[in-house]
């Protein structure tokens, strides 16, 4: 069974790699701390200025009159393998000793997760390594319940429901709903109540009961106040409602004990709904298709 695993978190635009033995974080490495904090901002700029940028920066300049760029910093692809290179390096340790190797598989930033899923996947077929794919929401939920039962406010008697949201744009969310429970031995079990959906903003919201303990980095600010005080929900510290390395690998280690067991062939992030481009060109080949008609 697994006792170290190489975890991949890629759900959001800030990304992390950690080592994760035996439910405990060895180091996590983020791509924030891994970027040279003297890289340039991802600032609007005087188009004309050409100076060199560091490895994996793109400037992307606007069009019409009054030209500006717009300096952004390396995205997974060019961040995730240095970054497990590093996380490897600085905790002594290798590819042969990796028993398991875990990635979020969504929901998230679509262009992210099929970064992160690629790279474990070829990691996991090069190395003979056992492969995870990990529901960004349930880890969430997984989080949240570690942190309630670890608390005071619960003991193992209470069963949780737990709601994780991540901001799906447009008005929506991803969102998922879950029961956990701790038993005498302290092991945490979680149970999918309701599927993972891309749900609107409204529509969520009214399906909330009180004491409902809400989690994930969808949460706007402004919405804080009514969830506690009107809803009577629990809400995470904010600190605490995003996903993490760590989080997938503790997550991943706890599946593959039980059995749980993935393709290195099948496993392919999960995206909930089309992504943009995808749905402008089903429009586009729509209304060529009303067109020929």
Partial sequence: MASLTLAIDSSSTVLSVAIVDNAHSVLELNSIQFLDQSNPQPTRSNAGDD????????????????????????????????????????????????????????????????????????????????????????????GAAELSFASDSHDHADQLRIRPVINAQRGQLFSSYYQALSDDQSRLHLKEISSSQVTEFENWTSSISKDDIITGPGIPNALTSELTTQLGCKLMNKEDRNCSASLIGRLAEKKHIAGERESHWKLQPIYFRPSTAEETFNRKQAVKASRSD
Avoid: C, W
């Fill in 51 to 142: 100076d060199a940028l560091p490895h994996g920066f793109v400037r992307k300049r606007s069009k019409g009159e009054g030209k500006t760029s717009r300096i952004f910093p390396p995205g997974a692809s060019t961040l995730l393998a240095p970054m497990i290179r590093a996380a490897l390096d600085q905790s002594g340790f290798n590819f042969g000793d990796i028993d398991l190797i875990a990635a979020t598989k969504g929901p998230g930033s679509f262009t992210s997760l099929r970064a992160g899923v690629v790279t474990a996947k070829t990691i996991a077929y090069a190395t003979d390594t056992p492969v995870l794919g990990i529901n960004t929401l349930e880890a969430l939920a997984f």
